[in-house]
Each structure stands twice: as C-alpha cells, then as structure tokens.
C-alpha cells in the first residue's frame, strides 16, 4: 500500500486547508486511516482518524470542533479538512493507514503499517 499525502500550504490564522491522502496499491475498506501531525522538535501527535468501513471518526482534544476527517472509498483517498487554523497547528501532516486497528490502539502511531511522505502546513500570525 502507498500513501500520498497532499495539500499543505501556507495560510493565515483563522484560515482553512484540505489534506488529502490518496492509497493505492492493496487497499481495503477494513482500512483506518489516520493523520498524525510532527512540529519542529516534538513527538508526532495524532491529530484524526477514521474507519473506512463505517465512517466512525476519532479526534485529538486539540483540534475537535475544528477538523473534520473524511473518506471516499470509490476514490481511495481521506481528507482533513482544517477550519480555523492557528500557528500551532504548524507541522508537517502526514497520512497512515492500516487493517484492523482496534480504537484504543487508533491514537498510536506505531499501530499503523503504512505512511505517506509527509505534507506541510504553515499558519502565520
């Protein structure tokens, strides 16, 4: 499975970006997928994630009410949609996915055998 992750940018405070991640290869709807976000000099953080088969949806505290994440699976692809971006949302996104993750293990990013290469997200002041 490959992952690629796209639509990072540089935006204002209070602004919007969409991420998408689209899969190829042996895909599956028994995927979750999830984004995870890495700041300068800090942990990779999970930010959301999703279960295709059925649509449930998982968020970080910090960004609940905020971002929303999506899943076309005729299209192979997740989005997050970020509303009212602030400069700690700064980081570089990136996309994972795996089978058979179970929802306590959703928010662990060694729970997921597959990445995308990463997409970055700028928010000025």
């Known amino acids: 499975v490959q992952l690629q992750a796209s639509g990072g940018g540089l935006v204002q405070a209070g602004g919007s970006l969409r991420l998408s991640c689209a899969a190829s290869g042996r895909t599956s709807s028994r995927f979750v997928t999830g984004w995870f976000r890495q700041a300068p000099g800090k942990e990779r953080q999970f930010v959301a994630a999703?279960?295709?088969?059925?649509?449930?949806?998982y968020y970080a505290d910090s960004v609940k009410g905020r971002f929303t994440i999506s899943g076309d699976n005729a299209k192979n692809t997740a989005y997050l949609q970020m509303n009212g971006l602030n400069p700690e949302d700064t980081a570089v996104y990136f996309c994972a996915a795996s089978e058979r993750i179970i929802t306590s293990s959703m928010y662990n990013a060694n729970a997921y055998n597959y990445w995308g290469q990463g997409t970055l997200v700028t928010v000025s002041s």
């Open positions: 999703i279960k295709l088969n059925g649509g449930h949806t």
